[in-house]
């Protein structure tokens, strides 16, 4: 058996790992919790961390971590992946050590395995907290206000949507909580509307990693933030809107240097139990109910897409041309 509790962390490979390190602390107000020779962590409040920035390349998606819930030991999931046929990297228990490794490719015990576009995923252990109280009555261990409440999902790009969806359902437990046309699908292992999105696109540059998901606490927050951010130098993809699927109120800050984007969002919908799968309409409303879809830039992570998002050229009229099959240049 499998059973996940929450998103526990995404890892990002980045440059420059000291000077990428102080960029998402700044920015997004995340907190320095955990520094090696190859990672750092940082964390939005008090949990043990959110994002991992890894030294290396290719930029971007290294992969995404989630815990186990309390009633499934990593053995368990173990067995349950080997089953499904899901590949165990070395590192993970019962598979072959990495070489030169000898804790595994962490020092933490964790399971690590590839979804079939060859994304990274990480399986963590049950942690039982140490305050089960919610994060707002308990001490604070980072100081700094305004950071966001939690890492909440991601999303990705994808050219094959039937086997992704059978890996982070089948294999990885997850549960649909909606369908936009046949070419979106809303995934969730709790209350929260979704932890993760997969949307079929069946061109370059999918498969791709789009965006990580950090929870603000309302739109005053997320005000604040995107001002923060502004004076920072970054613009939004997309927004703010207000999604009809899962209700986020979301912006979307454009990351060039990691090759994805990041959403700010709150107010998702909570979900009852024994929620049932929606369909909805593939139109504008289902995306954003306050108005306008995305520029196409939005789906696009080349260098063309991005100086044309920067200047809102297709705001002004001037379309983006279509990706090259080598998925760098138009
Ligand atoms: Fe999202």
Redesign the pocket.
């Known amino acids: 058996m499998i059973a996940l509790r929450r998103i526990d962390h995404v890892g990002l490979r980045v440059a420059d790992l000291d000077g990428a390190a102080a960029r998402w602390a700044a920015q997004f107000g995340l907190t320095e919790v955990e520094r090696r020779a190859d990672r750092i962590r940082l964390a939005c409040d008090d949990e043990p961390y959110a994002l991992e920035l890894i030294a290396g390349t290719p930029l971007g998606l290294d992969h995404v971590a989630y815990e186990l819930a309390a009633g499934c030991s990593l053995e368990q999931a173990r067995a349950h992946l080997l089953d499904a046929g899901a590949p165990l990297a070395p590192g993970s228990p019962g598979a072959p050590p990495a070489p030169g490794a000898p804790g595994g490719r962490d020092q933490e015990p964790a399971l690590h395995t590839t979804d079939p576009d060859g994304f990274g995923v990480e399986l963590l252990p049950f942690r039982p907290p140490a305050d089960s109280r919610p994060a707002h009555a308990r001490p604070a261990a980072n100081p700094a206000p305004g950071h966001p409440r939690k890492l909440g999902?991601v999303?990705f790009l994808t050219a094959d949507l039937p086997a992704q969806l059978a890996f982070y359902t089948a294999t990885l437990g997850m549960a649909v909580t909606d369908w936009l046309g046949d070419g979106g699908v809303w995934l969730h292992i709790n209350a929260d509307h979704h932890v993760m999105?997969l949307i079929a696109q069946p061109a370059p540059p999918a498969p791709h990693f789009h965006?990580l998901?950090f929870d603000v606490v309302d739109i005053g927050a997320l005000r604040v933030a995107l001002d923060h951010l502004g004076r920072h130098g970054r613009w939004l993809a997309w927004g703010p809107t207000r999604h009809g699927v899962g209700g986020?109120i979301?912006a979307y800050v454009r990351i060039p240097e990691e090759n994805c984007l990041v959403?700010l969002?709150c107010d998702m919908e909570v979900l009852e139990r024994g929620h049932v799968p929606r369909h909805w309409p593939d139109d504008r409303h289902a995306s954003n109910t306050w108005g306008q879809l995305p520029p196409r830039s939005y789906f696009r992570f080349d260098a063309a897409a991005i100086a044309s998002e920067a200047a809102s050229l297709e705001a002004l009229g001037i379309p983006l041309a279509p990706l090259s099959p080598d998925k760098e240049t138009p």
Request: no cysteine; aromatic share 12%; glycine share 0%.
């Open positions: 999902h999303n999105a965006h998901a986020n979301a959403e969002y």
